[in-house]
């Protein structure tokens, strides 16, 4: 295999110049996807047989959990690159995927809330699912708080990584917790092996929604990382040529 | 139209979702956006203090 690219994306101001290019594209992606999705989910969408019109909540709740922790992995995943290959930009991408990561699973966590209200007759439960949730912000802000802690930004990149790898152990709680206890959270509806326990007409909307949801984390993480990388190669010649100083 | 609004009796949970999603969507595009600003301004602050030092 060639690791060519895995190489180039290593390289600061390649990053910087190629993720500049990559925004746009993601963001009318997102854009696109996200009114396809909302149109899907709000208008066509038949009503629930049992929770009625209540359920369209999923449409934001859901692809706000996915990217909850889809943020946590891409950091985890880039936190472990950045200490084993030492590579700045793998330590910039994951520092700037915390924040995004907390805002959403704090989304997550008062959608969800707003659910449950009608659905379980109360905002909050001790149930697994909503308690690794909730975890998973504690991690994020963890994370934050001990870059935050660190002057050292080499120091801060090693000590927030090992943090990071060490929460992926939340991940599976999370997705399983429906799994292992009894909870009053609903099982696995889209990510499930076999057939999606969904229609189409609302399956395809909710499935557009996560996808549009994904492409924003990308845009918005592009942007912050953008941003790292200029503060972190400061003092780099190429960073006049690229800002146009 | 109000019958959609409506929600079928559930438009005090639904609409606050949506608002609070579209809240935090627009948020972080304005703290990304910020966020690289700040580093640009910085760094052309650097550069043209290089420049004139050198």
Known sequence: MNWTW???FGSPPYFYRVAGKMIPWFAWLAAITAVAGLVGGLGLAPADY?????????????????LS????????????????????????VAASCAAVGAWFTLVALATGSLWGRPMW?????????????????FLYLGYMGLRGAIDDTARAD???????????????????????????HQGHTVLKFGKA????????????????????????????????????????????EAIGA | MMHWLNMGGYWMFVW??????????VLNVYLARRSLQVAKTEARRRAQAQGSGS
């Open chain 1, 121 to 137: 007759g109360t905002y909050w439960a001790w149930d697994p699912r909503l308690t690794s949730e909730l975890v998973l912000l």
């Open chain 2, 16 to 25: 606050p979702s949506y608002v609070l999603t579209f809240l935090a969507v």
């Open chain 1, 50 to 66: 049992q929770q009625g019109e209540g359920y369209r909540i999923i449409f934001v709740h859901v692809p706000a959990a996915v």
């Open chain 1, 6 to 8: 895995f190489h180039r």
């Open chain 1, 158 to 184: 090693r000590a927030s990584a090992v943090l990071a790898l060490v929460g992926v152990i939340n991940l599976p709680i999370i997705h399983y917790s429906v799994d292992w206890w009894n909870s009053l």
């Open chain 1, 197 to 240: 326990s969904m229609p189409p007409s609302m399956l395809v909307p909710l499935l557009l929604m996560m996808l549009a949801f994904s492409f924003y984390f990308a845009a918005i993480l592009l942007v912050r990382a953008r941003g790292e990388v200029l503060r972190r190669e400061r003092n780099a010649r190429w960073i006049s």
């Open chain 1, 69 to 92: 922790t889809m943020a946590y992995s891409v950091m985890a995943v880039a936190a472990g690159v950045g200490l084993i290959w030492r590579m700045n930009v793998a330590h910039a």
